[in-house]
């Protein structure tokens, strides 16, 4: 038997001196009702009702010390459960439709008759026990799961060697409305994506993912495979690597036509050369052929908290240790058309990534609306400028409305994104 390490998943295996007591008559009259997530079924049992797979509540199932001979694929019905006690049963073989319980903690499967395991238990990813002893299983099998951290080890190697499925279908795009080519302005179209730095692929937080797909060699080819497709004239990304941005982004794309801008979060000013190669950022990229780049401004987040923070030292203790940022590039049109050759055209791209923490809530808003107004301020050294919002759509519609803007661009947003490891 293997425990995993490393997922930190709090979780408490059920008391092995199970008790239960039975409804009496006079609660059952008093409409007493029945609070109960764990079954127990033993006594030499060699099948068990289909009625069984209904019961999608159950947190835990004991089916040990039967005679079980064969597990159903309806097993997989009950995606609630966290224990699931199979020992000292005959099972031979397992259904691969295992693989798709992942609520599952603990997975007991001792003293039966398995000669091999389906590798889709390798999706298992927060197994924190597999207990395997007593099965004929290949000794690569039981060694592995015997050594420290072996439930992991060994699921780590079932999911990096199960086969890859077939490739999902494209992604519907939904057009809101047509684009207008007959009309007056500047027509481009965006991009959004959120690339997942290299350093947050890890196991830990995409344990269902093999670790070849996890790989930064791998990812970077279809991400970039997946920005050049939709052919965007302005991509926004967000969890870029400093080191990644010089070393690939900005090369790649400036191959393909763009230019970029680049900043990193707020606390690689306080590291070594080395070490704030890894601290990753924001980058705004252009087509050069479109646009010209004028100007551009970083905006900390926690710098700002600081600048308004009087009266509001609750505020500032919640959002000054965050350090997002944001990036803003004021682009000129090259091309302005017929209609507007006595005029200089501008556009500002705003590309943000606020915190990301749900229990953060607050500062989420308050990183917003530190945004919003620092765009403002922006707004009015500039003039003939339209304001565009990465990530923050709704309030690019507050702030196209307040401020009366002399120059319409229509934007297309053409993709919306976040990168998670492709398998």
């Keep these: 038997m293997g425990e995993r390490q490393g997922i930190r998943v709090k979780y408490d295996p059920p008391d092995p001196r199970r008790s239960f007591t039975i409804m009496s008559d006079d609660d059952k009259q008093n409409g007493k009702k029945s609070n109960w997530h764990e079954l127990e079924i033993t006594g030499s049992v060699r099948n068990v009702s289909p009625e069984l797979w209904n019961l999608q509540f159950l947190t835990c199932l004991f089916l040990n010390n039967n005679n079980l001979s064969r597990l159903p694929v309806e097993v997989a019905r009950l995606t609630s459960l966290v224990h699931l006690d199979l020992s000292c049963n005959k099972l031979r073989s397992l259904?691969?439709?295992?693989?798709?319980?992942?609520?599952?903690?603990?997975?007991?499967?001792?003293n039966n008759s398995l000669r091999s395991l389906p590798y889709e238990l390798g999706r298992l990813f927060l197994l924190q026990t597999l207990g395997l002893s007593g099965n004929p299983l290949p000794p690569e099998f039981i060694?592995?799961?015997?050594?420290?951290?072996?439930?992991?080890?060994?699921?780590?190697?079932?999911?990096?060697?199960?086969?890859?499925?077939?490739?999902?279908?494209?992604?519907?795009?939904?057009?809101?409305?047509?684009?207008?080519?007959?009309?007056?302005?500047?027509?481009?179209?965006?991009?959004?994506?959120?690339?997942?730095?290299?350093?947050?692929?890890?196991?830990?937080?995409?344990?269902?993912?093999?670790?070849?797909?996890?790989?930064?060699?791998?990812?970077?080819?279809?991400?970039?495979?997946?920005?050049?497709?939709?052919?965007?004239?302005?991509?926004?990304?967000?969890?870029?690597?400093?080191?990644?941005?010089?070393?690939?982004?900005?090369?790649?794309?400036?191959?393909?036509?763009?230019?970029?801008?680049?900043?990193?979060?707020?606390?690689?000013?306080?590291?070594?050369?080395?070490?704030?190669?890894?601290?990753?950022?924001?980058?705004?990229?252009?087509?050069?052929?479109?646009?010209?780049?004028?100007?551009?401004?970083?905006?900390?987040?926690?710098?700002?908290?600081?600048?308004?923070?009087?009266?509001?030292?609750d505020m500032l203790n919640r959002v000054m240790p965050k350090d997002n940022i944001a990036i803003v590039a004021l682009l000129e049109v090259k091309d302005v058309g017929a209609l507007h050759q006595d005029q200089r055209q501008h556009i500002m791209v705003s590309n943000s990534h606020i915190h990301w923490d749900p229990e953060f809530r607050d500062v989420k808003l308050v990183q917003s609306m530190l945004l919003v107004n620092e765009i403002h301020q922006i707004m009015k050294q500039a003039a003939t400028m339209c304001c565009l919002f990465q990530n923050l759509f709704i309030t690019m519609h507050y702030v196209v409305a307040r401020w009366q803007l002399n120059v319409v661009l229509v934007c297309t947003p053409l993709a919306v994104g976040r990168h998670f490891p492709e398998v």
């Design 95 to 110: 259904p691969s439709e295992l693989g798709d319980m992942i609520q599952l903690r603990e997975l007991l499967l001792n």
């Design 143 to 313: 060694n592995m799961v015997k050594e420290p951290n072996g439930t992991n080890r060994l699921l780590t190697f079932m999911l990096d060697n199960l086969p890859v499925c077939s490739r999902p279908p494209e992604r519907p795009w939904v057009q809101i409305r047509p684009i207008d080519r007959q009309r007056s302005g500047t027509t481009f179209t965006v991009m959004c994506y959120n690339v997942l730095c290299d350093k947050y692929a890890t196991r830990q937080l995409y344990g269902y993912c093999p670790s070849w797909a996890l790989s930064w060699d791998y990812r970077k080819q279809t991400i970039m495979k997946e920005l050049l497709q939709y052919s965007a004239d302005v991509i926004s990304l967000q969890e870029v690597a400093t080191d990644q941005y010089y070393s690939f982004f900005k090369p790649e794309l400036a191959r393909n036509g763009y230019d970029g801008a680049f900043s990193p979060k707020s606390r690689a000013k306080t590291m070594g050369e080395t070490e704030s190669l890894q601290v990753d950022g924001c980058a705004i990229f252009y087509r050069a052929s479109k646009f010209l780049f004028v100007d551009q401004y970083i905006v900390e987040f926690n710098q700002m908290a600081m600048a308004y923070s009087e009266g509001a030292d």
